[in-house]
Every structure is written in C-alpha cells, then in structure tokens.
C-alpha cells in the first residue's frame, strides 16, 4: 500500500509522493515572508507547477493510502443487480 499526499491550496487538490517534509517547509517559508512562488512537484515525472503562496490563503494536507482493492475469489457468487419495475 502506498501513501500519496493531498494538498489542497485554494479549493485545487495536488497529488504528491512521499516525503514531502521539505515542501511544507518551503510553503511555510514563502508565507513567512508575505508570500512567494513554490514548486509543487508532479505525482508522475514532469516539471510540476509553481504556486504563489501568500499569508491568508488557504492550505490543507491530507494523507490517502493508495492500494490495490480486494479481489473476489474465483468461487464467490456474485448477486445480480436489481431489477426495477416501471
């Protein structure tokens, strides 16, 4: 199972791989300082996006765990769907 980070800046939900301590770090920084632009990285290869980070604006970090769903076993019955009457 793997875990991917959320982040949610201004209602915009950016995906991100493990670890992401330095990136909360530079965000941090960049507010600290009445704002400034940080490199949000890409979940898969790519050059990523800059984001113009600012005092006031709304950030939200979020842990998913990404893994693979059960599998039904060859011998389990699957129910049919209902069935509906007009």
Do not use: H
């Amino acid at each position: 199972m793997a875990i991917v980070n959320r982040l949610t800046v201004d209602g915009r939900d950016y995906f991100l791989p493990d670890p992401v301590t330095g990136l909360k770090t530079q965000i941090l920084e960049a507010i600290k300082a009445g704002g400034g632009y940080v490199n949000i990285p890409p979940l898969r290869g790519g050059p990523g996006i800059d984001i113009l980070f600012s005092p006031g604006m709304p950030v939200t970090w979020s842990q998913i765990d990404v893994g693979e769903s059960p599998s039904v076993a060859d011998d389990t019955p699957v129910d049919a769907p209902d069935e509906f009457t007009l």
